[in-house]
C-alpha cells in the first residue's frame, strides 16, 4: 500500500447541512464529539498503511487547512509523501473557475497524480462517516485487473434516490449505474469510493465530464471498461442531511454502536486542543451520553453528545442535542432535540425545542429541516427566557435585540441583519461581555461574548479561525 496514493475530495458544500456547514466545507463539520468528518477517511488511509495523501479543497477551506495543518494527528508530516493540500488555482490559457465535479477536480490535478508512485489511485469521499481498510479494496481491484473498482453496500430504498445506484453482474462487473435516480430499481449504492488505475484516468477524464457518478463511470461502462464493484458490509454513513447526521451523532449513544469509537486496532485520529478533563459537578446528572474534554456538567444531560469546552449549568437540561464547541447553556435553560454549533450562548430559563408540533417545517429551509431539530448558528446568544420551537433555524452572531419576541413559533428563522451600525455591534458586545450583572441587560446569564470572553471564567480565547 505504500505505492497508492489517496485523493481525498474535500471540496463539498454540503448545503443540506444548512447553517452548519455555511462557513465551513462538509469535510469539516464537527462529529462525535471531538472529530470533523474528514478524520475517519483520513484515519482509515493511514490505518491501511497509506501514507501518500492529497486532499482537494474548494468551498470555504479555512477550517479544514487550519484542522489538518501539516498532518501530525495522523503521522502524514513527513518529506516523502504525507498529506498535501491543494486547492484550485488559474493556469495560463485557461479560464479561472471552480471545479466543476468530482472529476473535474481530478483532471485538474492529474500533474500531481502521475508524479506519486505506483499505478493504484485512490479517489475517497472526504464526507462520509465510515471505517473500511483499504488493503482488501485494492488487492480486488489488482486482482480484476479493473480500470475502476467501486466500493457498493446495500442501502435503504428511502435513501437510494440521493445516492448513485448500480447493477452487478456474476463476477462483480457493474453493468448498469444510475445516479441519484428518482426511482430507484436496486438497493445497492456506490460509496463514492473508488480505485482508479493512472492509465484509465488518463484515457477517461476530460473536460466534459465534470462528475464520475453522472459522467465518468456511465461513459466506462458503455465504452466496454473494466468496471468493478466491490463489495463493503462494514460501517459507512452519508451524513448529508440535518436528520441523517443528528441520527448518525446519536446512535453512538447506543451500548454496543456500530461505529466503535473506542477500537484500540482501529483509532480515529484527530487534531485535538490541550484541554482539562471533563467535570462533573455535585448537582450534575448525565445518561447515555458523550462528554468531551474541557466540559464543565452541573446540570443534567441526557442522550446527547457534548464537543469540547461545553458547560451546562445548573438546573439546565440538554436532552436528545448535538452540542458543539464553548457552547454554554445557563442556569434553567432546556435545549431539546436540537444542534448548537460552536460558541452558542443560551440564556438563563431560555428553551430551545418547545412543543411537539414537529412536523410545522421551516418556512425558509423546508427541505431540510422538517423533522423537529432545531438549528442554532455559530456565536448565536439566545436571551433570558427565550421559547424556541422546533424546526427552527437560528443564524449565525444572532443576538438579543434581533428577537422581535421571546416566543418563537416552530418553523420559524431568525437572522442577523446584513448590516449593522457599529455603535449597535460594540454595545452589544458590552452586553454580552457583562453577563447582565449590574447593567440591566436583557442577557443576564449569556455567556460568550463576540469578542471570545468567556464571561464564566474571564479567559479571552484565541481568535476565532472559521470553523
Known amino acids: 500500500m505504500k505505492r497508492t496514493l489517496a485523493v481525498i475530495l474535500a471540496g463539498g458544500e454540503g448545503e443540506r447541512l444548512s447553517i452548519l456547514s455555511s462557513l465551513r466545507a462538509k469535510p469539516a463539520v464537527p462529529f462525535g464529539g471531538k472529530y470533523r468528518i474528514i478524520d475517519f477517511t483520513l484515519s482509515n488511509c493511514v490505518n491501511s498503511d497509506i501514507d501518500n495523501v492529497v486532499v482537494l479543497t474548494q468551498y470555504n ?10 498532518g501530525r494527528p495522523w503521522d502524514l508530516d513527513r518529506n516523502n509523501g504525507g498529506v498535501r493540500m491543494l486547492q484550485p488555482y488559474i493556469a495560463r ?21 502521475e508524479q506519486a508512485p505506483g ?26 485487473r479493473a480500470d475502476v473498482t467501486i466500493a457498493v453496500r446495500r442501502v435503504p430504498l428511502a435513501d437510494a434516490t440521493r445516492m448513485g445506484i448500480l447493477a452487478l453482474d456474476d463476477s462483480d462487473r457493474i453493468v448498469e449505474l444510475h445516479e441519484k435516480p428518482r426511482q430507484p430499481k436496486s438497493d445497492l449504492a456506490s ?8 492509465r484509465a484516468l488518463r484515457q477517461w477524464l476530460s473536460d466534459d465530464r465534470a462528475d464520475f457518478g453522472h459522467n465518468v463511470i456511465p461513459a466506462m461502462i458503455e465504452g466496454g471498461a473494466r468496471v468493478y464493484g466491490y463489495r463493503f458490509d462494514g460501517y459507512w454513513q452519508d451524513v448529508g442531511t440535518v436528520q441523517s447526521y443528528w441520527e448518525a451523532n446519536l446512535a453512538l449513544l ?69 452540542i458543539l464547541f464553548d457552547s454554554v447553556i445557563r442556569p434553567g435553560a432546556v435545549v431539546d432535540r436540537a444542534i448548537l454549533d460552536k460558541e452558542v450562548a443560551v440564556g438563563p430559563g431560555a428553551i430551545i425545542g418547545e412543543g411537539t408540533d414537529y412536523d410545522v417545517v421551516n418556512r425558509r429551509e423546508p427541505g431540510r429541516l422538517n423533522t423537529g431539530i432545531t438549528v442554532i448558528g ?24 434581533d428577537f422581535a419576541s421571546r416566543v418563537v413559533k416552530s418553523g420559524s428563522t431568525i437572522e442577523r441583519p446584513r448590516e449593522r451600525p457599529a ?8 452586553e454580552v461581555a457583562s453577563d447582565g ?14 469578542t471570545g470572553v468567556r464571561a464564566d471564567s474571564g479567559v479571552r480565547r484565541a481568535a476565532d479561525t472559521g470553523d
Open 423 to 430: 455603535r449597535a455591534t460594540a454595545k452589544a458586545r458590552v
Open 437 to 450: 450583572r449590574g447593567s440591566g441587560s436583557e442577557l443576564d446569564g449569556v455567556a460568550e461574548a463576540e
Open 119 to 144: 499505478d493504484a489511485v485512490l479517489v475517497l469521499a472526504g464526507d462520509h462517516i465510515y471505517k473500511m481498510d483499504y488493503q482488501p479494496f485494492v488487492a480486488a481491484h489488482r486482482r480484476h
Open 61 to 70: 477551506p479555512r477550517s479544514l487547512n487550519d484542522h489538518i495543518g501539516m
Open 254 to 322: 447506543s451500548d454496543a454502536p456500530e461505529l466503535d469509537l473506542y477500537d484500540r486496532e482501529w483509532i480515529i485520529h484527530t487534531r485535538s486542543e490541550e484541554r482539562a478533563p471533563a467535570k462533573v459537578g455535585a448537582t450534575a446528572q448525565v445518561h447515555r451520553s458523550l462528554i468531551s474534554h474541557g466540559c464543565v456538567i452541573n446540570g443534567s444531560v441526557v442522550n446527547s453528545v457534548l464537543s469540547p469546552g461545553v458547560v451546562v449549568d445548573v438546573g439546565a437540561v440538554v436532552r436528545d442535542s448535538i
Open 378 to 401: 455559530k456565536h448565536a446568544v439566545i436571551p433570558r427566557g427565550t421559547r424556541i420551537g422546533r424546526n427552527v433555524l437560528i443564524g449565525e452572531g444572532v443576538r438579543a435585540s
Open 191 to 198: 460509496m463514492g469510493v473508488y480505485v482508479f488505475s493512472k
Open 93 to 113: 490559457g485557461r479560464i479561472a473557475e471552480w471545479y466543476r465535479g468530482t472529476a473535474d477536480a481530478v483532471l485538474q490535478n492529474l500533474n500531481v497524480i
